[in-house]
Each structure stands twice: as structure tokens, then as C-alpha cells.
């Protein structure tokens, strides 16, 4: 009888020790999405929150529903069995509030909700012009005027600040970026050192008793959907500011066709950005005094690296939103 008895415990401990730790998914999470009743089929990338949300249900043990919830404004009576709501900016034209929708995000926000607003950050010089926008934003690290507007009737004693390149956002799930080296190496090097260092991205957030219930950031969406073959459905360039001896010198004296705005870097100093016609950045004189140009580059392991980042920058926000 003692040896029956040692024989299904070693059995029990044996099946214990086989199942990991989170072998199983949690309970089922509906994400929401804004789009009102005429947007739904015309909303910006419509793909790209169910690839992304198909991505962290795969690749994470959250077990998010493909399918957003499609939410008509913030008063929506659904807002508040979604824990996490994606917004892209172009998709309401008017971001003034209503006195419901007020009332009901302060209290989803309060009670833990999270709100993350793609294309909240835009470039100055892109807002005329918000077509450009998607393609071709600068990363600033304030919310565009519209988003600081309507919160400060949600939460008037609370401002949006830049999000620390050290915030453990970025490492909710994935850390650092993805594989560099295929990357050409003016890319590569700009890329790792100054615009996605570690895997870090321009951010803005609002906090309430120090958690973050409202992040916003320059376009991420276009990185994320996928088509029925599973292949990405965008290609995407990377700018990047390049130097060279002399070039100081040449741009302080030279003329520009565009306008001339000024930005705003994570350390609050400002760079001011020269544009030629069309609303394309041309060159920028930075903080220290330095200059430099933009330059595009475009190749498919560009676009690839770009896909994959913003696909991990996606999940972390996600996953940080879901565990806060």
C-alpha cells in the first residue's frame, strides 16, 4: 500500500512538473476601438488592429479577441468592458468632447481604462496638411494641441509629458529593437543611437496617481496589419538626419521654399526644422547648434525591420496597458 501511494504521488509530480507555468490563457478581453457609425469601413488602417491583436494572442498568453470593439464615440455604453481603447487621431475630426463623453472617459480612465491615441503626435508642420502626416511625420514628444485641449476637460489638473526613453513600457514584453544588421549601416547606426534607440519610440502620456491611462505617439499603426496571405500590407521608408563637414556652414546661409517650425525633443529643447514646398522636412538645426539633412531610404529589409518594430512597439503598449 506504501508503494501504491508513492507511486501516484510521483505521478502527480511528475504531470505537475510537465504543464508551464501559464500553459493555458487567461480570461477573454475585448480591446475597443473609436470609429464612429460612418467611419467603420473608412477608418484608418482597418487592418491593422486586428493583426496586431492576432499577434499578442499568438505570441503572449493574453487572450485578446482578433475582432475590435467598434466604439461610435467615448460615451459609448461598451467603453467600459474594454480595458484598453486604440484611437487613431484622423479617424474623429473634431476632438472636442461632449459633456457625456467627458463624464465617461474621467471615469474610465479613473477606474483603470486605457487610452492609446495613434497620431496623437504630429508635426507642426505636417497639421495643415494631415494626408502627409501618416507618411511623414517628425517625432515631436508633446500631444498635438487638439489631444492637450480635450483632456483638460477630462483631468484639468494633469498635462501630458514626454514618456522617458527609460519608461518600462518599452520593455513590457519585448526589449531592445529587432535585428539591426540588415539594415544599411547609415540606418542601422542612426536607427540604434538616436531615433529608436533600445527599442524606445516619441511618446507623450498622461498619468493619474502615477499610472499611465492615456499614451499618445506619432503614427504606429502603419506597421502593424497584415493581409489575408499574412503579408504586410504597407511599405514603409526611414528618414533619417545625416551630416557631413562643411554642412553647418552651407545650410545656415541656405534659402528654402517652405515654411519653418519648431519641435520638440524628449530633454524639452527644441530643434527647428526647415521645409521645402510639399511639407517635407529638408534639414534641421538642432539644440547644440549642429545641422543636418534629411535623407529616405527605402529597401524591403528597411520595411521588414520597420514592420517588425512597430509590431513589438505595439505589443509592449498593449501588454504594459493590460498589466498596470
Known amino acids: 500500500m506504501k508503494y501504491f501511494f508513492c507511486s501516484i504521488f510521483l505521478m502527480f509530480v511528475l504531470h505537475c512538473s510537465a504543464q508551464p507555468i501559464s500553459s493555458g490563457k487567461g480570461s477573454e478581453q475585448r480591446i475597443g476601438q473609436l470609429a464612429s457609425d460612418g467611419r467603420v469601413l473608412f477608418r484608418n488602417y482597418p487592418t491593422a488592429l486586428p493583426s496586431l491583436l492576432r499577434h499578442v494572442s499568438e505570441e503572449t498568453t493574453f487572450n485578446v479577441v482578433p475582432e475590435p470593439v467598434m466604439l461610435n464615440d467615448f460615451s459609448d455604453e461598451r467603453l467600459r468592458q474594454c480595458p484598453f481603447v486604440y484611437a487613431n487621431f484622423a479617424d474623429r475630426e473634431?476632438?472636442?468632447?461632449?459633456?457625456?463623453?467627458?463624464?465617461?472617459?474621467?471615469?474610465?480612465?479613473?477606474?483603470?481604462?486605457?487610452?492609446?491615441?495613434?497620431?496623437?503626435?504630429?508635426?507642426?508642420?505636417?497639421?495643415?496638411?494631415?494626408?502627409?502626416?501618416?507618411?511623414h511625420s517628425y517625432a515631436e514628444w508633446e500631444a498635438s494641441p487638439e489631444i492637450r485641449s480635450a483632456f483638460q476637460a477630462v483631468f484639468p489638473e494633469l498635462t501630458f509629458q514626454a514618456l522617458k526613453r527609460s519608461d518600462p513600457l518599452y520593455s513590457a514584453f519585448y526589449q531592445g529593437l529587432?535585428?539591426?544588421?540588415l539594415l544599411p549601416e547609415t540606418v542601422r547606426t542612426y536607427t540604434e543611437q538616436e531615433k529608436w534607440p533600445e527599442g524606445t519610440y516619441s511618446a507623450?502620456?498622461?498619468?493619474?496617481?502615477?499610472?499611465?491611462?492615456?499614451?499618445?505617439?506619432?503614427?504606429?499603426?502603419?506597421?502593424?496589419?497584415?493581409?489575408?496571405?499574412?503579408?504586410?500590407?504597407?511599405?514603409?521608408?526611414?528618414?533619417?538626419?545625416?551630416?557631413?563637414?562643411?554642412?553647418?556652414?552651407?545650410?545656415?546661409?541656405?534659402?528654402?521654399?517652405?515654411?519653418?517650425?519648431?519641435?520638440?525633443?524628449?530633454?524639452?529643447g527644441k530643434d527647428v526644422i526647415y521645409c521645402q514646398e510639399g511639407a517635407l522636412p529638408a534639414w534641421a538645426q538642432e539644440p547644440d547648434g549642429n545641422w543636418r539633412v534629411f535623407r529616405y531610404y527605402s529597401s524591403?529589409?528597411?520595411?521588414?525591420?520597420?514592420?517588425?518594430?512597430?509590431?513589438?512597439?505595439?505589443?509592449?503598449?498593449?501588454?504594459?496597458?493590460l498589466t498596470n
Request: aromatic fraction near 10%; proline fraction near 4%; glycine fraction near 10%.
Open 204 to 268: 507623450a502620456a498622461l498619468r493619474i496617481r502615477g499610472r499611465i491611462a492615456v499614451l499618445v505617439t506619432p503614427i504606429v499603426a502603419m506597421g502593424w496589419g497584415k493581409n489575408s496571405l499574412n503579408q504586410w500590407e504597407t511599405t514603409i521608408r526611414f528618414r533619417i538626419l545625416e551630416g557631413s563637414k562643411g554642412l553647418p556652414e552651407l545650410l545656415a546661409n541656405a534659402a528654402y521654399s517652405g515654411p519653418r517650425f519648431e519641435v520638440v525633443r524628449e530633454d524639452g
Open 94 to 135: 473634431d476632438w472636442t468632447l461632449s459633456g457625456q463623453e467627458v463624464s465617461s472617459l474621467r471615469d474610465y480612465l479613473s477606474r483603470g481604462g486605457f487610452l492609446y491615441i495613434d497620431a496623437g503626435i504630429t508635426a507642426s508642420f505636417l497639421r495643415e496638411r494631415p494626408e502627409l502626416g501618416q507618411h
Open 178 to 181: 529587432p535585428d539591426t544588421s
Open 300 to 321: 524591403q529589409e528597411i520595411s521588414d525591420f520597420a514592420h517588425v518594430f512597430y509590431t513589438r512597439l505595439g505589443s509592449n503598449i498593449l501588454v504594459h496597458a
